[in-house]
């Protein structure tokens, strides 16, 4: 009997990217449900259109590079993308701005740099950084969370709808009324006002350890990653170098002097740090690859986030952390190569 | 003298597989019985082919050496029974995937009667070691495990190095393959004493038996009979159940805690390894003066109607062995010599079971999925490679033919053993790569061994003409100084007896 | 603003500075990448880029006199690794040859030695008015034993697949 000749190992790998990006969705899911409930439907309307412009942006790029569009579709990094712009973004976003913001992701960052694999800078964050910088008033019409006590008026869903299609909020209500600071923006510009962090809080919109609503979407983006660990989509260095390198300084700080400095369980519960630690930091393409290395590039955006939060002029730093930290994977991949078995320990790299 | 203690290193990666050994593993080894015809390779080791003894119509007897080796790495082929040599020919062998090479062909008589032992065969304790290593190299035992080196010349090679202990390898980590399993299960006592043997050949005091720990019935029957050998020199060691810790290497860290030295051999570190069939075949040729003539095989896979354990004349085609278990499944796709992950893939059938023959395995071909993606850098290669290399960047320098860096990133201590193909979530060929790549690399260091070569003889040979150059020009400054000293009149003397042979025509 | 002006411009001047330093004290040596060049050119001396030998390319491609792509027994990997090295464009190979080795037929050899004085790395052996024949692993292919052999007796055979892995 004759019989055709393979290559060994005669088993294929259980694992495929896409499952692996339909899982990572799947454990947004809580957090997104969180979101709506506290934020309203305007997270939805974004996701829809990130998500329309990012598979629409990836199909174009595919036909432009003479490749089938079918290879890259199928794979859902493109979703995934779109939809950690999604969580960026505020709620209330007209759709060009979250339009720009996938295209350009997708569009420049991911294809211009060779395609999946081949982008040196996560998509989500340098898309983010685009029309963060592009389009700085959008970018800050952050909603209150909807919770019964602060006195707020909050739009319906045909409102949102609109918002998002035209720009345009509702005749009564203006900029001013509709827009609400984050906790961050709070902290800082209350720090900025010589004012001590113990007052800061006393703000209505403050909850136990970040600010309200954003907390508990903090916990579901954490149990997401916890499931995520758990099966070992992702590995555990990124996360805790993130949240060591974090939360290290924010305790310092905060013991020095706890007036002036939030405490560490603010930051981690505020802006963008378990979506960044658990979602954006681990994306596997722009991140360093040995298990050092992670650790150290997970510690390098933490201690990132932190300056930019407590010195820079932006309420939080996760964006532009990630993006700096990018450009330092080759030299951290370079220095933290493990010891071959066999080699002489001496000669390795690391 | 003690038995050196170690403390049981751990091995980096691996992977823990789905065993499927069960089934194979439920009813005792069964005898092939003697096919009408056996096609034996004339080489079924690593080194030299070895040369018939024998021609066309030869009569031969079971045990009879029809092959000597030629060269100084080798090992004789015997007859597996008795009958007549019809031919010596080209036919495919399992070495080279499906395709030819020279074999010794048996038309089988039936009789099976042995060849006669006329010398005495002494009690190998009353042997010298060096007598008892070419006692075994005549008996054509190689390693069982699959690798099929000389046994002799593996033990001459490691009495050149500091030996401290032997260590048998009955750990069978890849799924499927039970063949050991079942040979220690029913062949306890054989396998000890091969190792007592062993042990002799190479005066050493200190044997480690490793098994995986999900081979309770193996364990248990070692237990005894090592319990009723009484011999305080060998210990039962076991070892967790990972893939690949049944590579010698690999075993090597796992039961010592030493890495074996890039190109290096675990003799480098004070161990020799054996695997447990070979200790069995070496008893069987030392004590009972049986040849390598048979050997043990699991026969298993999807595309199998009965997997089990065999065991089976060296010679018998894999068609025929298949057929005794029971045929083929509905579906049968690939024929693979060997285990799931490391197994050779066959092009026929027709192929004979020879000394390297461990397992045989037909897969179908729904085993493979998943289209091949681009790398997305997840690193979980690097994380199962038990050598602790980056198989992701070997993948790139690979794709880019940097062989420096391939090179330096340790590309040749690729052990082969495809974990790195099994976690990889882009479905990216990995180990069938890097042995492109490592042809890749042979093929650039010969070149430049080439280049090397022509530069110096280019240089000696400008080195020659040089030199040629400066020996004329010192002989013409010599004659015209002896011609000067010699004065004016013994010039005129010279241009006249140059002259006259013009003259005289 | 003014102080950020007076502190990037101390920065630049004294980067400035220290790299004028390190560029007079610690040239590169012009030899050891000679030496380099020539260990990545394939070595066959045959001339074919216009320098007599790969030594003396080697010098050139370094001087800048010469361009990177001029060796067709390199061949394609050659100009990669050339580019590599000096750090300049890769470009087409000016022509791609085939490897090959010298054969002498030997009913048609007088013996004359042009061939054998010829062959830049004494790949010929044969004295005098006696048979030349061309010793097989030492032949590099560069073609110039062809040329001087007065009775055309020299051919080139393409290298097969057995002779490439020895």
């Known amino acids: ?350 | 003298m003690t038995a050196p203690t170690y403390d049981l290193g751990k091995l980096h990666g691996g992977l823990r597989l789905p065993g499927h050994k069960a089934i194979s593993t439920t009813a005792p080894i069964r005898d092939v019985p003697i096919p009408s015809q056996l096609v034996l390779p004339i080489t079924q080791h690593v080194g030299d082919p070895a040369q018939p003894v024998v021609g066309m119509g030869d009569r031969v007897l079971k045990g009879q050496v029809i092959a000597e080796p030629d060269g100084t790495l080798g090992a004789p082929v015997h007859a597996s029974s008795s009958g007549k040599v019809i031919a010596i020919e080209p036919w495919p062998v399992s070495r080279r995937y499906g395709d030819k090479a020279p074999c010794i062909i048996i038309e089988c008589d039936g009789e099976d009667r042995a060849i006669e032992n006329d010398s005495r065969w002494e009690d190998f304790l009353s042997l010298q070691p060096a007598d008892l290593l070419l006692r075994i190299l005549d008996g054509g035992i190689v390693g069982l495990g699959g690798a099929v080196f000389p046994t002799a010349q593996k033990l001459m090679q490691a009495r050149t190095c500091k030996i401290e202990t032997l260590i048998l390898n009955g750990v069978e980590c890849e799924p499927y393959i039970s063949c050991d399993d079942m040979l220690m299960r029913e062949r306890a006592a054989e396998i000890l004493s091969g190792a007592q043997i062993l042990m002799h050949a190479m005066q050493l005091n200190s044997c480690y038996i490793a098994v995986e720990s999900d081979k309770p019935e193996a364990l248990h029957s070692l237990g005894d009979a090592l319990a009723e050998l009484g011999d305080e020199r060998l210990v039962l060691k076991q070892v967790p159940t990972i893939y690949p810790s049944g590579g010698e290497d690999q075993l090597v860290q796992l039961v010592t805690n030493r890495e074996v030295p890039s190109g290096g051999l675990p003799t480098d570190v004070g161990c020799l390894v054996q695997n447990v069939g070979t200790a069995a075949a070496v008893h069987d040729w030392v004590i009972k003066h049986e040849p390598l003539i048979s050997r043990v095989t699991t026969v298993a896979g999807d595309g199998i109607a009965n997997p089990m354990n065999v065991r089976a004349r060296i010679g018998t085609t894999i068609a025929d062995v298949v057929k005794f278990t029971g045929g083929y499944a509905e579906q049968a796709d690939h024929l693979i010599i060997g285990g799931p992950m490391t197994g050779k893939s066959m092009s026929t059938d027709r192929v004979p079971l020879v000394k390297a023959t461990n397992s045989i395995l037909v897969v179908l071909k729904t085993s493979f999925q998943g289209r091949e993606l681009a790398c997305i850098r997840c690193g979980d290669c690097a994380s199962v490679c038990p050598i602790q290399l980056l198989p992701q960047q070997l993948f790139w320098y690979t794709c880019a033919d940097n062989e420096v860096k391939l090179r330096e990133f340790g590309l040749i201590d690729c052990i082969e053993c495809g974990c790195c193909d099994l976690v990889c979530p882009s479905h990216i060929p990995l180990t069938a790569n890097f042995k492109i790549a490592k042809g890749r690399i042979q093929e650039l260091a010969d070149e430049k061994g080439r280049a090397e070569r022509a530069r110096r003889r280019f240089e000696a040979r400008n080195d020659r003409l040089e030199q040629e150059r400066q020996d004329r020009e010192a002989e013409l400054a010599q004659q015209k100084e002896s011609a000067k000293r010699a004065g004016p009149a013994a010039i005129a003397e010279i241009l006249k007896r140059k002259q006259k042979p013009r003259e005289d025509d | 603003m003014w102080i950020a002006v007076l502190t990037f411009a101390l920065i630049a001047l004294g980067a400035g500075l220290a790299l004028s330093f390190a560029s007079r004290r610690l040239p590169a040596n012009a030899d050891d990448l000679v030496e380099k060049v020539n260990d990545l050119l394939p070595q066959t001396q045959c001339a074919q880029c216009g320098y007599p030998g790969c030594r003396p390319y080697a010098k050139a491609v370094v001087d800048g006199t010469a361009a990177i792509n001029l060796c067709p027994p390199g061949g394609e990997a050659t100009v990669r690794r050339l580019a590599d090295l000096l750090g300049r464009e890769t470009m087409p190979l000016v022509e791609r040859v085939e490897p090959s080795v010298a054969v002498i037929d030997e009913s048609l050899c007088i013996g004359c030695v042009h061939c054998r004085n010829a062959c830049p790395v004494d790949a010929i052996v044969g004295a005098a008015h006696f048979m030349h024949t061309v010793i097989e692993s030492e032949c590099t292919g560069c073609e110039l034993c062809v040329a001087p052999c007065p009775v055309d007796c020299i051919s080139m055979r393409p290298l097969s697949n057995a002779r490439l892995s020895t």
């Open chain 1, 1 to 350: 009997m004759e019989f055709a000749r393979r290559p060994s190992p005669y088993w294929s790998a259980r694992v495929a990217v896409p499952s692996l990006m339909l899982q990572v969705l799947a454990a947004l899911v809580p957090a997104a449900i969180a979101h709506v409930w506290f934020f309203g439907p305007g997270f939805i309307f974004n996701l829809l259109v990130a998500s329309i412009f990012a598979v629409g942006g990836e199909w174009l790029m595919m036909v432009l590079r003479k490749r089938p569009p079918e290879a890259a579709l199928t794979d859902y990094t493109a979703l995934v993308t779109a939809a950690l712009l999604a969580f960026a973004v505020p709620s209330l976003t007209p759709w060009w701005v979250t339009a720009t913001g996938a295209l350009f992701a997708i569009v420049v960052a991911k294809h211009l740099y060779g395609g999946m694999g081949f982008n040196i800078f996560n998509p989500a964050m340098a898309g983010y950084v685009v029309i963060l910088i592009a389009f700085p008033m959008h970018l800050n019409l952050w909603i209150a969370p909807r919770i019964g006590d602060i006195d707020y008026q909050y739009l319906t869903v045909l409102q949102t709808l609109k918002y998002t299609l035209t720009g345009s909020l509702p005749d009564v209500l203006g900029f001013d009324a509709v827009s609400r600071a984050t906790p961050l923006d709070v902290m800082k510009s209350g720090l900025n006002g010589m004012r001590t962090v113990n007052e800061i809080r006393a703000n209505p919109i403050m909850g136990d350890f970040g600010g309200r609503g954003w907390e508990w979407i903090g916990n579901f983006l954490a149990i997401g990653g916890f499931w995520l660990l758990v099966k070992k989509i992702i590995r555990w260095h990124i996360p805790v170098g993130v949240g060591v390198g974090l939360l290290l300084p924010a305790t310092i700080m905060y013991l020095v002097d706890p007036g002036s400095n939030p405490s560490p369980g603010f930051h981690l519960f505020s802006g963008a740090t378990i979506l960044c630690a658990f979602f954006i930091a681990t994306d596997p393409v722009s991140a360093a690859t040995s298990p050092k290395g992670r650790l150290v590039f997970g510690f390098g955006i933490g201690i990132l986030i932190y300056c930019i939060r407590t010195w820079g002029s932006y309420a939080d730093g996760v964006a532009f952390a990630v993006l700096i930290m990018n450009m330092a994977v080759p030299a951290i991949d370079l220095v933290t190569r493990p010891h071959i078995v066999g080699h002489d320990r001496k000669s390795d790299n690391s």
